[in-house]
């Protein structure tokens, strides 16, 4: 009888992705996920009375390797949100497009931090949180980016 594989990033399901992250180590994850992920800044939303932030992103399907690229809607939301603040972003703005580097999460004193989104051109986006409560949601079916390519970060 063959020895039992460890289950590789490419056997995953093709569906769409729904994964929610709580702790440094999931959020790890959905950063890897929407790396270079591409929004209107029109598409970012602070819900005050609801406490939630809410963005609408591009974002790449790294999951599935060297296949031909595609591109698939998703929303992130983060929950127990006590205020946002940014540098460099102006919300609302249909006309300014984002691209999305990276999520970190700055752990406070108890269960409450920050989560921090950077984009690129030196963008920063803060959502201080009672707690990290961060989900991710593929909300359309894939489709090819209109570059036909993938990111890229040459060295």
């Excluded at 591409?38 to 992103?57: C, D, H, I, N, Y």
């Excluded at 931090?113 to 359309?140: K, N, P, Q």
């Amino acid at each position: 009888m063959a020895e039992p594989k460890d289950a590789r990033f490419h056997d995953a399901d093709a569906g769409p992705l729904r994964l929610w992250a709580t702790d440094a180590d999931d959020l790890q994850v959905v950063a890897a996920l929407v790396q270079d992920a591409v929004l209107p800044a029109s598409e970012m939303t602070w819900q005050k009375g609801a406490r939630r932030f809410a963005m609408l992103v591009n974002r790449f399907r790294w999951e599935h390797g060297t296949r031909t690229p595609e591109r698939v809607q998703t929303v992130l939301t983060a929950s127990d949100v006590t205020h946002v603040r940014g540098q460099g972003v102006v919300p609302g703005d249909a006309d300014t497009v984002l691209s999305l580097l990276t999520l970190e999460w700055e752990a406070g004193a108890d269960a409450d931090g920050c989560l921090r989104l950077t984009f690129a051109g030196d963008g920063v986006v803060e959502v201080a949180c009672d707690c990290l409560d961060l989900r991710l949601r593929d909300v359309t079916a894939p489709y090819a980016p209109p570059s036909g390519k993938a990111p890229s970060h040459p060295e």
